[in-house]
Structures are given as structure tokens and as C-alpha cells.
Nanobody, 126 residues
Framework: QVHLVESGGGSVQAGGSLRLSCAAS????????MGWFRQAPGKEREGVAAINRDGSSMYAESVKGRFTISQDNAKNTLYLQINSLKPEDTAMYYC????????????????????WGQGTQVTVSS
């Protein structure tokens, strides 16, 4: 069983930055596709970033240039650096892991991911 634990969320003012972390246990995450998703109240879940086994990354258009996904193999940890935060970034952010090497072109839909964390809340005030 893969266990994912997110951390790093919080309340910040617009323009600020946060770095979210996702610690993975019993899982060689560097071998597989990993991703970050978010869900705001009353809205559908949205894929924001994903990283393939080969290290290549993909982003939702709405976050390109502001979000950066990365991983630390030695620490079994996935990160999401969020800069220039906007009020519309307010959401619960979830880490996800796949059993496949590559995330595929439809990664943002979430279907390729098998394991999910409990989420960390990000709140951005104007």
C-alpha cells in the first residue's frame, strides 16, 4: 500500500509563495509518474502538474510559469513550488502517484493515478 502525506500548505497573501511537499512511503516514486491536483469548494478537481519517470514535467495552462514540480529521490519526496500566488489558487492540494512510468497526455484528468494523499489546504487572500 502506498502512503502519501502532503504538507506545506497555509494562508498567504496574494503575490506570496509556498512550497508543498509530498512524502511517499513504501514506494519508489522516482520510477513512476507523480502529480499534483487541487480542488476548490464547489469546483471539480483540477490537475495542476505532473512529472514523468524521465523527469519531464507537464503543467496546466493556468499555472504555467508560476508552479514548478520537482522531486528529491533521496528523500522520497515530491514538491510543488508555487510563486505569485493568486486568490484563485485557493484550494485543497493533493499529491497523487501512478503505477505507470509515464503520465500520458490525459494526466490532468486523474485517471492514471492509483494513490492519493489526504491533501493540504492553500488559502490566498487579496
Amino acid at each position: 500500500q502506498v502512503h502519501l502525506v502532503e504538507s506545506g500548505g497555509g494562508s498567504v497573501q496574494a503575490g506570496g509563495s509556498l512550497r508543498l511537499s509530498c512524502a511517499a512511503s513504501k514506494y519508489t516514486y522516482s520510477t513512476y509518474c507523480m502529480g499534483w491536483f487541487r480542488q476548490a469548494p464547489g469546483k471539480e478537481r483540477e490537475g495542476v502538474a505532473a512529472i514523468n519517470r524521465d523527469g519531464s514535467s507537464m503543467y496546466a495552462e493556468s499555472v504555467k510559469g508560476r508552479f514548478t514540480i520537482s522531486q528529491d529521490n533521496a528523500k522520497n519526496t515530491l514538491y510543488l513550488q508555487i510563486n505569485s500566488l493568486k486568490p484563485e489558487d485557493t484550494a485543497m492540494y493533493y499529491c497523487a502517484a501512478s503505477s505507470t512510468w509515464m503520465c500520458g497526455t490525459s494526466w490532468y484528468a486523474g485517471g492514471v493515478f492509483d494513490y492519493w494523499g489526504q491533501g493540504t489546504q492553500v488559502t490566498v487572500s487579496s
